[in-house]
């Protein structure tokens, strides 16, 4: 590009899931007529993950925390540039929460942020990641406290995260092979 001569640019997305003692449940296999059960927990301690990945490379970068605003997304910042390789700029598709556009935002020199249109969350592929992450490792369980939920989410976050090739089939939208021209 024009602005980052030298550069190799990489498309990275980024969205953030809560995660928490209110789980979700998802379907599962079972026979006809039968009932199977399934774990349901009302109790409401929760974390988010922010995260941010090149669907591409299969590269991530997350942090996890208790409360989410634009002084979490600075901190997601600063680890997600500790993640981009030198000699490499990063155009960000990010939505436009609050905390996404917010003045205080202190966005790192090797990231350009691309929003997406209001209302569009079909258009972010992180939301496949965390349909998986759900589906495969959050679901149909109980926490019993904050520890074990953070434990949970670190465990299910590395799990996935250490096979690139997963990220990649997972948060590969079409869109997004076409504006790299690997169609």
């Given at each position: 590009?024009?602005?980052?001569?030298g550069a190799e640019i990489q498309i990275w997305v980024q969205d953030e899931a809560r995660f928490g003692q209110k789980g979700s449940l998802t379907r599962v296999w079972a026979r006809r007529g039968s009932r199977p059960r399934a774990p349901k927990q009302t109790?409401?301690?929760?974390?988010?993950?922010?995260?941010?990945?090149?669907?591409?490379?299969?590269?991530?970068?997350?942090?996890?925390?208790?409360?989410?605003?634009?002084?979490?997304?600075?901190?997601?910042?600063?680890?997600?540039?500790?993640?981009?390789?030198?000699?490499?700029h990063v155009i960000?598709?990010?939505?436009?929460?609050?905390?996404?556009?917010?003045?205080?935002?202190?966005?790192?020199?090797?990231?350009?942020l691309l929003y997406l249109p209001p209302y569009s969350p079909e258009?972010?592929?992180?939301?496949n990641l965390w349909h998986?992450?759900?589906?495969?490792?959050?679901?149909?369980?109980?926490y019993e406290n904050y520890a074990v939920l953070l434990d949970a989410a670190t465990i299910a976050w590395r799990t996935v995260c250490l096979t690139p090739a997963r990220i990649s089939s997972i948060c590969n939208f079409p869109y997004l092979r076409q504006a790299l021209g690997t169609n």
């Open positions: 590009m024009r602005m980052h001569p109790q409401y301690e929760s974390l988010y993950l922010t995260g941010a990945v090149c669907p591409a490379t299969g590269a991530a970068a997350a942090i996890l925390t208790p409360t989410l605003n634009a002084g979490v997304i600075n901190l997601f910042f600063e680890e997600l540039e500790t993640q981009i390789p030198a000699g490499v960000l598709i990010l939505d436009q929460a609050g905390y996404h556009v917010s003045h205080e935002l202190r966005v790192p020199k090797n990231v350009t258009l972010n592929p992180m939301e998986f992450l759900r589906s495969h490792h959050w679901s149909n369980r109980t």
